[in-house]
Nanobody, 118 residues
Framework: QVQLVESGGGLVQVGGSLRLSCAAS????????MGWFRRAPGKEREYVAGVGWSGSAPYYTDSVKGRFTISRDNAKNTVYLQMNSLEPQDTAVYYC???????????WGQGTQVTVSS
């Protein structure tokens, strides 16, 4: 059974930082593409960042480029999202997701709330 467990969310002031973690189990992590998504109140889910098995050439949505960094530790089956210079519009529930080779993100975590106060 695949499990993705996020942690690290919370309340932070504008300009602050948070690091999200996602611990994966039940899948071949080192061969999986991992991603972070978010859903803000009243908005559709957004693909924020993604990283392939090697960690190279990560993807970022334009609004987070230069502020967020996705990384992975294949030895720990964990993917991270370092979020710096947080803005109120970053407030959302953040979800970790895994693509184990199907070409789509089929496994999802339960989400962790990030709230940026001004």
């Amino acid at each position: 059974q695949v499990q993705l467990v996020e942690s690290g969310g919370g309340l932070v002031q504008v300009g602050g930082s948070l690091r999200l973690s996602c611990a994966a189990s039940g899948l071949t992590f080192k061969r999986s593409t991992m991603g972070w998504f978010r859903r803000a109140p009243g908005k559709e889910r957004e693909y924020v960042a993604g990283v392939g098995w090697s960690g190279s050439a990560p993807y970022y949505t334009d609004s987070v480029k230069g502020r967020f960094t996705i990384s992975r530790d294949n030895a720990k089956n964990t993917v991270y999202l370092q979020m710096n210079s947080l803005e109120p519009q970053d407030t959302a529930v953040y979800y970790c997701a895994a693509d184990s080779g199907t070409g789509s993100f089929t496994y999802w975590g339960q989400g962790t709330q990030v709230t940026v106060s001004s």
